[in-house]
């Protein structure tokens, strides 16, 4: 395989995690999720508590704010008198990313990769989709949500990273046409998602 950089957007509950993870084992590259906001923290010098707390929040979320405002007093970052530390953490990613995109093949999930990586020719988007029904079923299963607060617990948490995606990017979170390839979950088992991927690469080979 040429080098080849896969940006995995996903719903909540749809498995786009566990697709990504799991296609970057079978093609033995590295992997970057939540592991890059740990990334940024060691090359900010900023504590990783505070910017998980920033993590996929746009800057006027008023969640976002409640968090950052806990996380700041419990560890005394005031460097967000400069600059939102949500906007830090984004360029800080993104430079991350960059630098991963640079280095050789790997996938990446979220963080809008796709939109960072734009106009790359080494670059695949894709975007992780399912029916609600299931995504309640495993978030249930997956997450011990209790069955009546599920959907709305997804509904939240995809509102919170559209309204990420959208306040940075120039592309529609979950649009198709801000992706190359758009897979429902539900309809397709993982095996399927992830050999539909794999051949997509091969073709572009």
């Keep these: 395989m040429k080098k080849t950089v896969i940006t995995i957007g996903r719903q909540f509950c749809s498995g786009g995690h566990d697709i990504g993870e799991k296609l970057a084992q079978e093609l033995n590259i590295p992997f970057y999720d939540k592991n890059l906001i740990s990334l940024a923290a060691k090359k900010s010098g900023m504590s990783e508590e505070v910017l998980k707390a920033a993590d996929e929040y746009p800057t006027d979320s008023l969640l976002y704010n409640l968090s950052l405002g806990n996380a700041l007093f419990a560890f005394g970052d005031m460097s967000s008198r400069e600059m939102p530390v949500t906007d830090k953490l984004f360029i800080l990613q993104s430079e991350i990313i960059k630098n991963a995109a640079n280095e050789g093949s790997c996938v990446i999930v979220g963080r809008c990769a796709e939109n960072v990586l734009e106009g790359r020719k080494d670059c695949i988007s894709v975007f992780i989709y399912a029916d609600m029904d299931y995504k309640i079923q495993r978030c249930i299963d997956v997450y011990k949500i209790a069955p009546e607060k599920a959907k709305s617990f ?11 995606h959208n306040y940075f990017c120039d592309t529609k979170w979950g649009s198709p046409e801000s992706y190359d390839m758009m897979l429902n979950s539900s309809k397709m088992s993982e095996r399927e998602i992830i050999d539909v991927i794999k051949a ?6």
């Design 200 to 205: 997509y690469i091969e073709s572009k080979d």
């Design 154 to 164: 997804i509904t939240k948490t995809d509102k919170r990273r559209e309204s990420y």
